[in-house]
């Protein structure tokens, strides 16, 4: 039987491990301050806007969230950033992407102070990255980092294989297992043989954004799989397709109007692979627990804690 890693479970850790010290840090003056701008309506991202708060809320750390129309400019949201730069009690910016489309999303980034950039996104950011030196990690590579290392399972020496190349996932997350010393590959749309690659890993993961499309001949028995995909379907045969007539999911679907897969096969994945993220319940707690992390380390150096 595969070991399923729980990302609840560790996301709480993780949370508990946070508490002690926003109370430090109350205790020195003021709460650590996140901003979260989100402009326009996207509903995935107001979902994401909203759980992001609940949980600063939970923690102690002061929230807040801007809400531009979504015909802001790129000018003015770059002043908008800038004013949080500015803003004194204010540790982290999250500019919630996507952006709308006639905004130059590099733009606005690249106007959030360093110092407070909790996603980790700043060009300085990556180059701290790149280089291994200090400063704050994408959340979702370092929810998964996290996750390894607290289920003990081995990095070092060993092969990763990352299928996805973007700037906010595959890219950091091949750089932080090549940190901890992996064999890293990574893949993309234009990679020969993905599924040999694949199967050459002992830790995979999957973030491309394509419902299920790791079955079982991408993965080496035994091996960890993590799937990052979040993918909602909404069709029902296409439901019935990927998790092979289960009665549970069909009547999940005919509750909700869609069901969410990961990138890689949840039933092949449960048979062949040694351990997995389950979708949900696997990366995605992780992501908001990280950025929790990132906004208290962020305050934490501006208040001279640690
Ligand atoms: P992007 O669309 O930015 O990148 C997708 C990557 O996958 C690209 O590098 C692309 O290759 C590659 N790819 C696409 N199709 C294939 C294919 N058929 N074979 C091999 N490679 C392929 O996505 P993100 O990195 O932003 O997100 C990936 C997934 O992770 C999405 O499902 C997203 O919803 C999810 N996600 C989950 C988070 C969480 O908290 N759990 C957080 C962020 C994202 P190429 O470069 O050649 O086009």
Redesign the pocket.
């Known amino acids: 039987m595969a070991l399923i890693l729980d990302g609840n479970r560790i996301r709480d850790q993780i949370k508990s491990e946070c508490r002690p010290r926003v109370e430090q840090l109350i205790a020195k003056g003021r709460a650590p301050g996140l901003a979260v701008v989100l402009a326009g309506h996207d509903p995935a991202s107001q979902i994401y806007v909203r759980n992001k708060v609940k949980t600063s809320q939970e923690l102690g750390i002061y929230s807040e969230t801007l809400t531009p129309p979504e015909s802001i400019s790129t000018a003015e949201l770059v002043a908008l950033v800038e004013e949080l730069n500015r803003r004194p009690e204010i540790d982290g910016i999250l500019v919630q992407m996507p952006l709308p489309a006639h905004v130059d999303a590099k733009r606005v980034l690249l106007a959030v102070a360093p110092e407070k950039d909790v996603d980790g996104f700043h060009p300085c950011n990556v180059g701290n990255l790149a280089t291994g030196r200090p400063g704050p990690k994408p959340c ?1 590579p370092a929810g998964i980092i996290e996750l390894l290392k607290r289920y003990q399972i081995p990095i070092r020496g060993k092969r990763a294989v990352v ?4 700037d ?3 890219k950091p997350a091949a750089l932080l297992l090549l940190h901890e010393d992996a064999t890293v590959t990574i ?5 020969a043989d ?1 599924p040999g690659v694949c199967r050459q890993a002992d830790i995979l993961v999957a ?4 419902a299920a ?1 790791i079955t079982a001949d991408f993965i080496a028995p035994g091996a960890t799989v993590i799937d ?4 909602r379907i909404d069709n029902r045969d296409e439901v019935a397709r990927i998790f092979r007539g289960s009665a549970e999911k069909l009547a999940a679907f005919d509750r909700n109007g869609s069901v969410l897969v990961g ?1 890689v096969h949840p039933i092949d994945v449960a048979a062949t692979a040694g351990a997995y993220t389950p979708v949900p319940g696997g ?2 707690p992780l ?1 908001i627990a990280m950025l929790m992390v990132n906004t208290i380390d962020s305050a934490e150096r501006r208040i001279g804690v640690c």
């Not at 893949?187 to 990679?191: A, G, I, N, P, V």
């Open positions: 979702t299928v996805g190349r973007s906010i996932v595959g893949c993309h749309s234009k990679t993905l973030a491309m954004g394509r499309m990052v995909g979040i993918n990138d990366v995605g992501t």
